[in-house]
C-alpha cells in the first residue's frame, strides 16, 4: 500500500510541475526528497548485530557487473544499435555463467545462496514479480505518450489519469492482504492476474476519442489486478524464505522488480521505433501477454504447492 500510496503522488506531482516549469525541476525536486529519505536511515534503521558473516564482495561485483551488462542490452536495443546490443548480451551471458558458478562455489557465503532457488514457490513468485512488473511499465511508459500525442491531453489530466492506477492498487493491496488469511494466496493472485489482462486489453481496444472516464475505469481496473497480485506473491516470496534468509528474500524481491521495470520500459521504446504510431496499442498488448504467462507460472505454483 505504501508502494501504491508513494506510486499515485508521483503522476500527479509530476503533472503539476510541469504545468508551471520545466522537467529539469522534476529531477530537482528528488535531491531534497532523497537527503531526507538518508537522513531518517541513519537516524533509525538499526544497526545489525556482530556476526561472523563476510560480505561477498566479488560476488557484489559480479552481481553488478551482470546488472550493467543487461541494461547497457537494453539501451542499445531501444536506441536502435545492434552492435552495441549485440556485445553487451554476449557479456551478460558470460558474466551471468560466471556469476552462477562463483555464487554456486560459494555456498551459504554467496551473496545470492543459490539453494533459495531450489524452492519452486520462491523462484516462480519472482519470475511473475518481474514479469507482472514488465506489464506495469509496459503501460506506464507507452500511455502517457497515448494521451499527450494522440488523445492531445494536457499535462495535468494525463498524469491525473495515470493515478488512478496506484490508487486503485492501494484499495486491492490493502483487501488482498486480509484476503490471504481466508483464501489460498494462489487464488488471490490468480484473480488479480486475470483482472490485469483483461484492463490492459481494453485499453488497447480503447475507441479513437474515448471520454476520460473511458480510459479511467480500465486504468482502475489494471491497478486493481496489480494490487490483488502483488499482495499474495510478496508474502509468498518473503515467507517461503526462512527467518535468516529473509534479508536476501527481500533483495531479490526488489531485483526481480527492478528487472521487470527494465525490461518494460525498454520494450515500448522498441515497440515505438519498430511499429511507430501502433507501438503504443502493441505494447499495451504485450503487457497483457506477459500477465497471461504469470497467470500460466501461477497455475503451475498452485500445482507444486498441492503436492
Sequence with gaps: MIVSVSAAAGPSIAAAVLSVTSWNWLFTLNVPIAVASLLLSVIYIRKPTPSDFRFDVPGALLTFAVAVSFSVCMAGLTRQLPLVATISFDAFILLLIGWYHHQNGKGNQALVPLRLFSSQTLSLSL???????????????SLPFYFHDVLHRNVVVTGLLLTAWPLATTFTSVLAGELIKRINCNIIAMAGLAALILGM????????????????????????????????????????ASCKDASIASGLLGSSRLLGQITGSALVAIMLNVFDKHGIKISLLLGACFSLLSLLVSYFRLLASAK
Aim: proline share 5%; with cysteine; hydrophobic share 50%.
Design 127 to 141: 519470475m511473475m514479480s518481474a514479469l507482472s512488473y514488465s506489464t506495469q511499465l509496459l503501460a506506464y511508459v
Design 201 to 240: 486489453v481494453l485499453l488497447a481496444v480503447l475507441p479513437d476519442s474515448p471520454h476520460n472516464g473511458d480510459i479511467v475505469w480500465r486504468i482502475a481496473l489494471c491497478g486493481a489486478g496489480f494490487g490483488l497480485f502483488q499482495s499474495p506473491n510478496n508474502y509468498l516470496i518473503m515467507t517461503t
